[in-house]
């Protein structure tokens, strides 16, 4: 029988974390033990090393996610041990799990097989506690809202007009709407209010986003927790919390440094979802991993039409750093559910099916080379069921277009399975390119929505729902017109109908909701029926998750 995940985790010796830092000339003056194999890395490193040159930034993204899989996180992780074995000096640099997901459907966020961040029961359970500050600092701004309602309200904050939420890691549905301060006036103002779960956070975009403290606290006192009663935008600065916030923040603001299996270096730090927030880890851990490494490897969450776009138009954009290659993953399972093939009958060869799905890809390989100009290639995370058949499908595919194409094997296999993409990897990023955005800073709000839903999404326009469009109006009026777009949307598909998979056309996306969130610098666009405190399955994968007596977990993946 085939050892789980948690199984091969625990069958590796991992090294003390300081000789990880050693690999990459990490200071033993610039880490903070969090016992034996992790510690946090100091920030402010990078004003030393501001004069070295920055390595070579790969991207690594995905097709339409389904539920047979991609392995966007188990192909990262091969890819750097891979470039590690070329004698390549390579770092990765990913998002820490949210525990929802955890507990939910998707489960972890630390690869697979042999291709895993480690330790991966602490990087999936509370890890260094980052999640749990930003819950902190986000609540703390929630609770002083109320407490200056309570005490006279001068600033005139309307109730029911406050757009900042409470947060917890976990999918609950139940908080999704409540009503407080109930039971007499000494428990508060009664009002509606609910929960997001904390990845969703603006705290968490804005310690993803952040350059350094003083940046972090600029953008959190930018915070708009609502409005007062003239329609007037309210800041977390007008209640004077910037300064208790990013002081809960002192500590998870600096990245988190752990291992691969095979002793790469890894800083995983931050956790935003890609479906309802920018899907990227830290600029922060990303800048120190191109000091300290001559190849970063990083991914962005969900497909590339999520994902990718965000990373480029968002986190590039603010961050002043570029791609210079692109691994987009797919695997035959997964092609062939956007073929048509149900779930259950994914085993059998069906190279129709295959070929059926491949539209998918394709518009998704279009957009990372021809609208955001960066060479890329086709990565096949290998599944023991592919057959050579269907694999020359998808290879065949590919080099009709031109495009580049690897087979890659590295969660069964580790760094032996990923050599040769690691090889075209190293090809590709010699390649001279320029990165193009989907948007110009001085569209409107209406013409980035629209160039994204055609140029990426391949639909024909935004329409935007009555409140959505007073909303827009209302943004542009207080001067947030020129921020990028933040897509809320399913991640199953180009549309916003998560049943529409493979490749649909002739669509339009539905906006219900526009808001902005001033601190992180960009406007969220909600779409369909998105949701930012998903709900919990009827078989959650909490119930197979289990510790004995002497503190060994299970069920973990």
Same mark, same amino acid.
């Given at each position: 029988?085939?050892?789980?995940?948690?199984?091969?985790?625990?069958?590796?010796?991992?090294?003390?974390?300081?000789?990880?830092?050693?690999?990459?000339?990490?200071?033993?003056?610039?880490?903070?033990?969090?016992?034996?194999?992790?510690?946090?890395?100091?920030?402010?490193?990078?004003?030393?090393?501001?004069?070295?040159?920055?390595?070579?930034?790969?991207?690594?993204?995905?097709?339409?996610?389904?539920?047979?899989?991609?392995? #966007?996180?188990?192909?990262?992780?091969?890819?750097?041990?891979?470039?590690?074995?070329?004698?390549?000096?390579?770092?990765?640099?990913?998002?820490?799990?949210?525990?929802?997901?955890?507990?939910?459907?998707?489960?972890?966020?630390?690869?697979?097989?042999?291709?895993?961040? !480690?330790?991966?029961?602490?990087?999936?359970?509370?890890?260094?506690?980052?999640?749990?500050?930003?819950?902190?600092?986000?609540?703390?701004?929630?609770?002083?809202?109320?407490?200056?309602?309570?005490?006279?309200?001068?600033?005139?904050?309307?109730?029911?007009?406050?757009?900042?939420?409470?947060?917890?890691?976990?999918?609950?549905?139940?908080?999704?709407?409540?009503? /407080?301060?109930?039971?007499?006036?000494?428990?508060?103002?009664?009002?509606?209010?609910?929960?997001?779960?904390? *990845?969703?956070?603006? !705290?968490?975009?804005?310690?993803?986003?952040?350059?350094?403290?003083?940046?972090?606290?600029?953008?959190?006192?930018?915070?708009?927790?609502?409005?007062?009663?003239?329609?007037?935008?309210?800041?977390?600065?007008?209640?004077?919390?910037?300064?208790?916030?990013?002081?809960?923040? #002192?500590?998870?603001?600096?990245?988190?440094? *752990?291992?691969?299996?095979?002793?790469?270096?890894?800083?995983?730090?931050?956790?935003?979802?890609?479906?309802?927030?920018?899907?990227?880890?830290?600029?922060?851990?990303?800048?120190?991993?191109?000091?300290?490494? /001559?190849?970063?490897?990083?991914?962005?969450?969900?497909?590339?039409?999520?994902?990718?776009?965000?990373?480029?138009?968002?986190?590039?954009?603010?961050?002043?750093?570029?791609?210079?290659?692109?691994?987009?993953?797919?695997?035959?399972?997964?092609?062939?559910?956007?073929?048509?093939?149900?779930?259950?009958?994914?085993?059998?060869?069906?190279?129709?099916?295959?070929?059926?799905?491949?539209?998918?890809?394709?518009?998704?390989?279009?957009?990372?080379?021809?609208?955001?100009?960066?060479?890329? *290639?086709?990565?096949?995370?290998?599944?023991?069921?592919?057959?050579?058949?269907?694999?020359?499908?998808?290879?065949?595919?590919?080099?009709?277009?031109?495009?580049?194409?690897?087979?890659?094997?590295?969660?069964?296999?580790?760094?032996?399975?990923?050599?040769?993409?690691?090889?075209?990897?190293?090809?590709?990023?010699?390649?001279?390119?320029?990165?193009?955005?989907?948007?110009? /800073?001085?569209?409107?709000?209406?013409?980035?929505?629209?160039?994204?839903?055609?140029?990426?999404?391949?639909?024909?326009?935004?329409?935007?729902?009555?409140?959505?469009?007073?909303?827009?109006?209302?943004?542009?009026?207080?001067?947030?017109?020129?921020?990028?777009?933040?897509?809320?949307?399913?991640?199953?598909?180009?549309?916003?109908? #998560?049943? #529409?998979?493979?490749?649909?056309?002739?669509?339009?996306?539905?906006?219900?909701?526009?808001?902005?969130?001033?601190?992180?610098?960009?406007?969220?666009?909600?779409?369909?029926?998105?949701?930012?405190?998903?709900?919990?399955?009827?078989?959650?994968?909490?119930?197979?998750?289990?510790?004995?007596?002497?503190?060994?977990?299970?069920?973990?993946?």
């Amino acid at each position: 029988m085939p050892k789980t995940d948690i199984e091969i985790a625990n069958s590796v010796e991992m090294k003390p974390i300081q000789e990880i830092a050693h690999l990459i000339n990490i200071k033993e003056d610039d880490l903070t033990l969090y016992g034996r194999y992790k510690a946090k890395v100091d920030m402010t490193s990078l004003k030393s090393l501001k004069d070295k040159k920055d390595g070579k930034l790969i991207l690594v993204t995905a097709i339409s996610p389904t539920p047979a899989g991609e392995g #966007k996180t188990t192909t990262s992780v091969g890819l750097v041990d891979s470039l590690n074995k070329l004698g390549k000096n390579a770092v990765i640099c990913v998002r820490e799990p949210s525990l929802g997901p955890v507990f939910g459907v998707k489960g972890g966020a630390a690869g697979g097989g042999y291709a895993q961040v !480690v330790p991966m029961e602490d990087i999936n359970l509370h890890f260094t506690g980052d999640f749990h500050a930003i819950g902190i600092a986000n609540n703390l701004l929630a609770a002083l809202i109320d407490n200056h309602i309570h005490h006279g309200n001068a600033l005139q904050i309307d109730a029911r007009n406050i757009t900042w939420k409470r947060v917890v890691d976990m999918n609950d549905r139940q908080l999704r709407y409540v009503v /407080d301060g109930l039971q007499g006036r000494s428990n508060g103002v009664p009002r509606e209010d609910g929960f997001d779960i904390t *990845v969703a956070s603006e !705290v968490m975009a804005i310690l993803c986003l952040a350059n350094d403290l003083r940046d972090l606290k600029e953008r959190l006192g930018k915070i708009i927790i609502g409005y007062n009663f003239n329609g007037e935008p309210v800041t977390a600065h007008d209640l004077k919390a910037e300064g208790a916030m990013a002081a809960v923040l #002192k500590d998870a603001i600096h990245p988190n440094l *752990v291992q691969t299996l095979e002793h790469s270096p890894a800083l995983i730090h931050g956790g935003p979802f890609a479906n309802i927030a920018h899907g990227c880890n830290s600029v922060i851990a990303t800048k120190l991993g191109l000091k300290y490494g /001559d190849y970063t490897v990083t991914e962005a969450g969900f497909g590339a039409d999520l994902g990718a776009e965000k990373f480029i138009d968002i986190k590039c954009r603010k961050a002043g750093i570029k791609p210079d290659a692109c691994v987009l993953v797919a695997t035959i399972r997964a092609l062939k559910m956007h073929g048509g093939v149900a779930k259950n009958d994914l085993g059998p060869e069906n190279v129709e099916a295959v070929k059926a799905g491949m539209p998918n890809l394709i518009r998704h390989l279009d957009n990372m080379k021809n609208v955001f100009g960066l060479p890329t *290639v086709v990565a096949i995370n290998k599944f023991p069921t592919d057959t050579d058949a269907e694999i020359k499908a998808v290879e065949e595919a590919c080099h009709e277009l031109g495009a580049d194409v690897v087979l890659s094997e590295v969660w069964g296999k580790g760094s032996e399975g990923g050599l040769d993409l690691a090889k075209k990897v190293v090809e590709l990023a010699e390649e001279n390119s320029e990165l193009h955005f989907v948007y110009d /800073d001085e569209d409107s709000i209406q013409d980035k929505l629209d160039k994204i839903v055609q140029k990426i999404y391949r639909g024909k326009k935004a329409k935007l729902s009555a409140p959505a469009r007073k909303q827009m109006k209302k943004l542009e009026e207080l001067g947030f017109g020129h921020l990028p777009i933040c897509m809320a949307k399913t991640q199953f598909s180009f549309s916003d109908n #998560k049943n #529409k998979i493979n490749a649909p056309e002739n669509f339009d996306i539905t906006i219900k909701e526009l808001k902005v969130s001033a601190g992180a610098g960009f406007i969220v666009a909600l779409s369909g029926a998105i949701m930012t405190m998903p709900g919990l399955p009827k078989s959650p994968a909490s119930e197979r998750i289990d510790i004995d007596d002497e503190g060994h977990i299970t069920g973990l993946f």
